[in-house]
């Protein structure tokens, strides 16, 4: 685990060799961020690197969340750089960042309630001009829960099945990076658990995840990687094993 407060200006370089892979799909490097002239993001340095889960962990308010607007192009970096692929995205459209191959599931309101199923897929897909049908084919075989109800509104749905809909939404585009806020947020333990399962199936069609979730244990239970955040930068980074049983880090920052 590096300390990334004790760290270098660097920041977290990805020098752990407990660390899968080394090839970084998507890099925020020195990264300052926030709203109007509220700062919050501030010099946090990341990686998400090819095939992994990555799981941000933090107090409320540490800016989690920020982190994933900031690389889905909703706020623009005041410092720093966002790097897809080596290419910087930073401040880029997110209908842009959407055709670049990022995805991203927010929190709440992540599907239209009017809308069937079936619709929301379709919405999923404006931007693509080609295999729609396909595309979706493959959804409904991955999660057959969303191929039962295909027209079915989406209100109608769970709070564990509106949210596999929601990342079949944003799997329709085919990104290789997902960004998923807080999957688990307000879901009993037993769907929670399904979701969490459902976002391993996403990781195995070779997407990598960035994921938020207050859920410490079992977020950094499927990941790959785990980042502590604190006040806007990255505090601690580390194997989930390693940051779960870090005593300071397990005391300071989730919850004993
Ligand atoms: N739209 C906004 N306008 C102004 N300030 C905001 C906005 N959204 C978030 N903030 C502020 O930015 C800071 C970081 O918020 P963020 O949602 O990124 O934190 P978080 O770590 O995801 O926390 P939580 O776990 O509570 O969601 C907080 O102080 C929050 O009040």
Known sequence: MSDASAGDEAGVEPTDAERTGSDPVLSLSNVDSGYGE?????????????????????????????????????????????????????????????????????????????????????????????????????????????????????????????????????????????LIDEPSAGLAPNTADDVFEDVQAVNDMDTAILMVEQNVTKGLGISDWGYVLDQGTVRFDGTPDTLLNDEEVSQLYLGG
């Open 38 to 178: 509220v700062q919050v993001l501030d010099d946090l340095s990341m990686d998400l690197n090819a095939g992994e889960i990555v799981c941000l962990v933090g107090p409320n308010g540490a800016g989690k969340s920020t982190v994933l607007k900031t690389a889905f192009g909703m706020l623009t970096p005041w410092e720093g750089t966002v790097e897809y692929h080596g290419r910087d995205i930073g401040g880029m459209a997110p209908e842009d960042i959407v055709r670049e191959g990022i995805g991203y599931v927010p929190q709440t309101d992540n599907v239209f309630g009017s809308l069937t199923i079936e619709e929301n897929l379709r919405m999923g897909g404006v931007a693509r001009n080609d295999d729609l049908d396909e595309v979706i084919g493959r959804l409904y075989d991955r999660f057959p829960i969303i191929d039962e109800k295909r027209g079915a509104k989406a209100r109608t749905l769970s709070g564990g099945q509106r949210q596999v809909l929601a990342f079949a939404r944003a799997l329709v585009m085919e990104p290789d990076v997902l």
